[in-house]
């Protein structure tokens, strides 16, 4: 059973401050994954990696960056927070091709005061 | 650009009434769709695919490519089916999901 864990469900932090969110899965999958999910836009892809040390940018990569120096481990970081990027962070992982089924984390919901 | 629209935001209906929830896309090449779920406190998880033709939890879903369309259905919904429902179309190398139908199922 695939296993996607990140390492907040809650986080609350200052305008400014720097932000890292970790996602780690356990099934040796390629793909790594990271949304934002908001009531009434859905899901929205920020960012993307398909192997270690790579990444792409999804729709909405503004005020963000990741890191992937694992396979295993995908990391979000807000470089400097902002009160719009309040939000549910949703992390996924996939095994090869886009039309793979993406495993899901439970989620961060980080409020930016 | 390929893009997926799910035009109702909230579906309320009562327990043993039919459910159809739409998903319209649009995209050039050969798609693959997908109907993501999340029940209340719960991750994000697959509910089924169009290529695997199958019917998970009574659900079922029909590919229409004249209509671009893979409306969700259900001839009998249960309460337990209340859940954030997504539509997804698969890209080159993403998904790309609509906006979400909230299904509520009254007693």
């Known amino acids: 059973d695939v296993k996607v864990t990140q390492s907040s469900r809650y986080l609350v932090k200052r305008t400014g401050e720097k932000v890292f969110l970790e996602c780690v899965q356990d099934?040796?999958?390629?793909?790594m994954f990271w949304y934002r999910q908001d009531p009434g836009l859905g899901l929205r892809l920020i960012y993307f990696?398909?192997?270690?040390?790579?990444?792409e940018k999804g729709d909405i990569p503004e005020g963000y960056s990741v890191s992937r120096e694992k396979k295993e481990r995908f990391s979000l970081i807000l470089e400097s927070a902002s009160t719009n990027q309040t939000s549910m962070y949703l992390c996924?992982?996939?095994?090869?091709?886009?039309?793979?089924?993406?495993?899901f984390g439970p989620g961060t919901r980080l409020t930016v005061l | 650009a390929q893009r997926v629209t799910q035009p109702e935001k909230l579906l309320s209906v009562f327990k043993g009434a039919p459910v159809e929830l739409k998903c319209n896309y649009s995209y050039s090449g050969s798609p693959e769709l997908f109907w993501y779920v999340q029940y209340s406190r719960q991750r994000l998880q697959l509910l089924l695919r169009?290529?695997s033709r199958e019917s998970i939890k009574g659900f079922t879903a029909d590919l229409n490519k004249g209509e671009t369309s893979f409306h969700l259905k259900k001839p009998f919904a249960q309460e337990e089916d209340s859940a954030m429902y997504y539509c997804?179309?698969?890209?080159?190398?993403?998904?790309?999901f609509g906006k979400g139908t909230m299904l509520l199922v009254s007693p």
């Open positions: 997804a179309l698969s890209g080159y190398s993403t998904l790309t």
């Open positions: 169009h290529i």
């Open positions: 990696s398909y192997d270690v040390k790579m990444k």
């Open positions: 996924a992982s996939s095994e090869d091709r886009a039309a793979d089924t993406q495993y």
């Open positions: 099934m040796d999958h390629e793909n």
